[in-house]
């Protein structure tokens, strides 16, 4: 069953060891910000720094794996149809807007929308950490350290396929900043399937 996620908008989700996500861009240069949280402690969350420092590199992509701040693998590259994504950056956010595009009236982002949909599962705010966004496309200056966000590699149908390797609490957006998505906000979509033992989970 494929489930979208409207324009500048979030959900969360269980997804049980084994299954796999498939995060689908429909329509092209969109991002989608992804955390993970162990489903048994919610203190075990998703590490950029893990992540990047075992892996050497800063762009992850297929048989690369999604570290915890307990150095357990949470997820696994399995599949990427694009091969650029960003895990530098924190979710975009209304401070976002404020500093960065001097918006009086800022959109609440990623970070709002990833908090509103991880609160039933009593994780709040403050434990949100750098996201792995799928499909974002930061580019790094190798030699002054520049960073510059860039319109997403990604093109209609485009997708990323991660297994989970213990019990998660997912958190999922259709990213909310314009730069991210090359001035267009979009849908993303998502499917998990899995082991025949854990359908429907
Ligand atoms: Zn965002």
Same mark, same amino acid.
């Given at each position: 069953?494929?489930?979208?996620?409207?324009?500048?908008?979030?959900?969360?989700?269980?997804?049980?060891?084994?299954?796999?996500?498939?995060?689908?861009?429909?329509?092209?240069?969109?991002?989608?910000?992804?955390?993970?949280?162990?489903?048994?402690?919610?203190?075990?969350?998703?590490?950029?720094?893990?992540?990047?420092?075992?892996?050497?590199?800063?762009?992850?992509?297929?048989?690369?794996?999604?570290?915890?701040?307990? =150095?357990?693998?949470?997820? #696994?590259? &399995?599949?990427?149809?694009?091969?650029?994504?960003?895990?530098? /950056? !924190?979710? %975009? *956010? @209304?401070?976002?807007?404020?500093?960065?595009?001097?918006?009086?009236?800022?959109?609440?982002?990623?970070?709002?929308?990833?908090?509103?949909?991880?609160?039933?599962?009593?994780?709040?705010?403050?434990?949100?950490?750098?996201?792995?966004?799928?499909?974002?496309?930061?580019?790094?200056?190798?030699?002054?350290?520049?960073?510059?966000?860039?319109?997403?590699? =990604?093109?209609?149908?485009? #997708?990323? &396929?991660?297994?989970?390797?213990?019990?998660?609490?997912?958190? /999922? !957006?259709? %990213? *909310? @900043?314009?730069?991210?998505?090359?001035?267009?906000?979009?849908?993303?979509?998502?499917?998990?399937?899995?082991?025949?033992?854990?359908?429907?989970?």
């Amino acid at each position: 069953m494929r489930h979208t996620i409207p324009p500048r908008s979030g959900a969360a989700f269980t997804l049980a060891r084994g299954q796999r996500l498939t995060v689908i861009d429909p329509e092209g240069e969109q991002v989608a910000d992804l955390l993970a949280f162990s489903a048994h402690d919610t203190d075990e969350v998703i590490s950029s720094g893990r992540s990047l420092d075992y892996a050497s590199r800063i762009f992850l992509t297929t048989g690369d794996a999604l570290y915890s701040n307990r =150095s357990n693998v949470l997820l #696994r590259i &399995v599949e990427d149809t694009v091969g650029r994504h960003d895990f530098l /950056l !924190t979710p %975009c *956010s @209304a401070d976002t807007f404020r500093i960065l595009y001097d918006e009086a009236e800022p959109h609440r982002g990623c970070f709002g929308n990833l908090a509103h949909a991880l609160a039933p599962y009593g994780i709040g705010p403050d434990r949100i950490p750098v996201a792995f966004n799928v499909f974002m496309n930061v580019t790094v200056d190798g030699g002054t350290g520049e960073l510059a966000v860039r319109p997403p590699l =990604s093109r209609a149908g485009d #997708r990323l &396929v991660l297994e989970a390797e213990t019990d998660l609490v997912i958190g /999922l !957006t259709a %990213c *909310s @900043a314009p730069q991210s998505n090359n001035f267009a906000f979009k849908p993303i979509q998502y499917e998990i399937s899995g082991p025949p033992d854990a359908a429907g989970a």
